[in-house]
Every structure is written in structure tokens, then in C-alpha cells.
């Protein structure tokens, strides 16, 4: 498979599960939540209230996420062909499951998810989190790493930072600065540099014993603030106003 | 200084500031979400309704964090004295800044901002983004990696993602498995397999010649569960019923 191909896999193969989500705005921002990062697997096990306006209004442009969850009455409707099944606590809890950060938790699943191999991640109730007999169901435990002091994260924000985590771990962000950028080329710049010395020494501005050292650092300011071309035209012109004024 | 005050530093001296925020229902969901990454400092800029009940209903246990909100008149008010400034933008822009992703922003953010040298990041109107004049203040720009068909980044989201990976780079959050889970030690686990492979002999289930290979296959699995010192004990008692079953 071409890395391209991987990451849709991931995307398409891992499930949110929200097991009786009680506010339906919450589920609208889940939804919202996962299309950002790329995820469109949702389940949502008894529902509160589902479907809902606030949902739908929570969602805004993720409506086609929010439409095409899976509503299912038992949690094993929802998983039974998972081969990886992750549990979602607020904090590390007694059980005996090894604990994922979210991070680790989405490298898992990044290695992990396939056609063959669905995973799901569940989320339990906004106030109570996952019951002890949910957690039976998991391998593993993601604890979203917190304020010790304040764990308190919303569902949705939570959804969003694991979502954000596989979206990153299966490749699929692109280049931070996909801009094309024109920058001038090393003789464009030396002409420039040349410029600007022939113009302080013409104003008398450059001490012939540290003449070196002041070329050297305004070589040092321009090379750091990487000028465009467009750019570059602005500052041969500052330098011709130099010029000027002295005559 | 210690990596725990320099921890402290980061979160002490990194702004989050947004811009005429026009719905105060999601300057209480910022509030929230810095608190849950232990950032506390949120400046205001116009806020189109502040205080709000709306802001306070969704801050839920941050209203700390929302109650210590400056609320500004101007842009310079909140970031005169930083020496770091960072736009946030949905899209990497024309704009002339080097651009960051919010792994890589969070990284400057946990070297650059201390005591002496406060950063600010800053987020526009929930609609339009920040203005080109509010960018002119910055000399990074910070795009959130998303999905490149819906970058629909909720502004409580987007400001949760950024302090999740701030949280993370000033080395803040806790290991991942903070309990203390006692393991039986080597001996244990030897006198367990020995006691597992003598009840198997005299229930004549190991053939002779594939004995050692079933022995590991045993060994590897039990291996792998890692079984606690309570789980051990049970695994014991398991065996035993195996040894009885036969008298």
C-alpha cells in the first residue's frame, strides 16, 4: 500500500464510540471534531437524544459525519469486529489495562487499523465516563495527558486531541508551508549586499577600521529576515533613498 | 531552574489572546480548555459580550481561568511587553511568516517564554480569522494541521490543540501509567509455569515429543499478560482445578 493509501485505511478503519452520550450538542461537536482531523466512524451506543437540533447545529459543516453515524443498542453491535478495542479515562483508573497517552494511543492505531482489522476507541457518559463492565471490552487505556488539578475535558475536546493525534501519526497533515515561496538566488542577494556597502561608504557612513564588522552584521540581519524577490526590489530601493539624500 | 519551574514558567508566560470573540459561550470553552492544560492567561480584545452567563455555563470548573480574563481595548494592551508573537490562521496565508505547525509553535513556545520574555498567540473573530493589520503584530504564523477539505476548527478546539501541545513540550504531563502495580517477581513466575507444566504432565495433555514447544507457547502467553501478583494467585487456583478435575 502507498502511504497515501495507509492513511485513508486508517482513517476509514478506526471508530469513536460514545456510549450514552447525554448531551446531543456534544455529540454535533464530536462529529465536527472527527471531520477536521479526517475520521468519519462514528457510533453512538443509546443515544440520550439522537438525532437532535442541537446536534445538528453543534456540527455545522460536518452534517455528512453527523447523518451517517451508527446508532446501536448493545456495545458489541458496535465493536464486535474490532480486532483492537481502546477505553477512554479521565484518569488512570485501578483496572488492569496498560495506559496509552494520546499520542502512543494514536501511534497504535495508525499501526494498527486496516480493512481486516478495524479499532475502536469508546468515550462513556459526559459525567461518569466508562463503566467497569465497558472497560471488560478493552486491551488497552487512553488517558489524555492533563492539568493533574483538572482533568475536566469536554467530550468533544477530547475527541478532538485523539483525533488530532491520528490524523499526525498516520501521515496524512500536510507540509506545514505548502506556499511556494520565490526567493531571490545568492548572486541576487550579493548585489544587493554590494549595494548597500557602496552606499554607507558613500555616506561616510561605514568607519574603514570596522567596516567589515558592520557589513558582516547587516549581512548577518538581512540572511536571517530571508527577503522574497519582491522583497529584495523594496530594499535596493530604502538603499536608493541613502544615496540620494547625501547628494 | 528546575525543569518543574521552568514548566511553570512556560504556562505563566504563555498568552492565549483572542480577538473580538463574538460568541461568549466559546470564550468559557477556551477558558476550559486552557485550564485542562494548565495555561491561565486569556486576554480579551473587544469581546462582543463579556461577562457573559453563556461564557460561564461553559467554562464549568474554569471560572477561575475565565474570571481572571483581561478584557482590552487594543491589541497592544495584551502584548506590548511579549517578545513572541504568534497569529493563528486556518490556512497558511500570503502572509510573509514562517509558519508552524502546533507541535512545532509549542516547541518555540516551551524554549522562548519566561519570566522576561512573555508570549502571546493570538486568535481572530470566530468567522473571519484575524484581520491583516492583527497578523502585521506577529512573526509566526500558526496553522493547525486539519483536514484540507473541512479546516472548520471549532475556536475552543483549536485553542484546546494548542495547549495540549504546549502542556506536552514544557514537559508538564505526568507518565502515562502513574500506579503502582506490583509484579510478582522472576521466581514467582518459574514456580507458576513449573506448577502449570507438572498438572499438564499428569493429565497426560503434553505429548512427549512436542513438550517444550507447548511449554513456551504457555510461557510466552501468560508471558505477555504480565499477570499481578492477585492475578498469579488466580492463575494458581485455575491449575489446581485442572489437577482435580482428573482424581
Do not use: W
Amino acid at each position: 500500500l502507498s502511504p497515501h493509501e495507509t492513511s485513508k485505511n486508517v482513517s476509514k478503519n478506526v471508530r469513536i464510540v460514545l456510549i450514552e452520550p447525554r448531551h446531543p450538542g456534544n455529540i454535533g461537536a464530536v462529529a465536527r471534531a472527527m471531520k477536521t482531523m479526517c475520521l468519519a466512524k462514528l457510533y453512538l451506543v443509546r443515544p440520550v437524544e439522537f438525532p437532535s437540533f442541537d446536534a445538528e447545529r453543534r456540527a455545522v459543516g460536518a452534517l455528512d459525519t453527523l447523518n451517517a453515524a451508527s446508532v446501536v443498542e448493545r456495545l458489541e453491535d458496535a465493536i464486535g469486529d474490532c480486532r483492537l478495542v481502546i477505553g477512554t479515562t479521565a484518569r488512570a483508573r485501578a483496572h488492569p489495562h496498560p495506559v496509552l497517552s494520546a499520542r502512543s494511543c494514536a501511534e497504535k492505531l495508525a499501526r494498527e487499523a486496516n480493512d481486516r482489522a478495524p479499532a475502536a476507541v469508546l468515550f462513556g457518559p459526559e459525567r461518569t465516563g466508562l463503566s467497569n463492565r465497558d472497560m471488560d471490552a478493552c486491551t488497552f487505556q487512553l488517558t489524555i495527558p492533563t492539568n493533574p488539578e483538572f482533568a475536566s475535558l469536554n467530550l468533544a475536546s477530547a475527541v478532538q486531541l485523539l483525533s488530532y493525534e491520528i490524523f499526525l501519526a498516520s501521515g496524512q497533515a500536510p507540509a506545514p508551508d505548502p506556499r511556494s515561496v520565490e526567493y531571490p538566488n545568492q548572486s541576487d542577494m550579493e548585489f544587493f549586499y554590494k549595494h548597500l556597502e557602496k552606499t554607507l561608504v558613500s555616506r561616510n557612513f561605514l568607519d574603514e577600521a570596522r567596516r567589515e564588522v558592520t557589513v558582516s552584521k547587516m549581512r548577518r540581519l538581512f540572511g536571517r529576515a530571508r527577503p522574497r524577490i519582491g522583497e529584495l526590489k523594496l530594499l535596493h530601493s530604502l538603499v536608493k533613498l541613502m544615496e540620494r539624500d547625501g547628494r
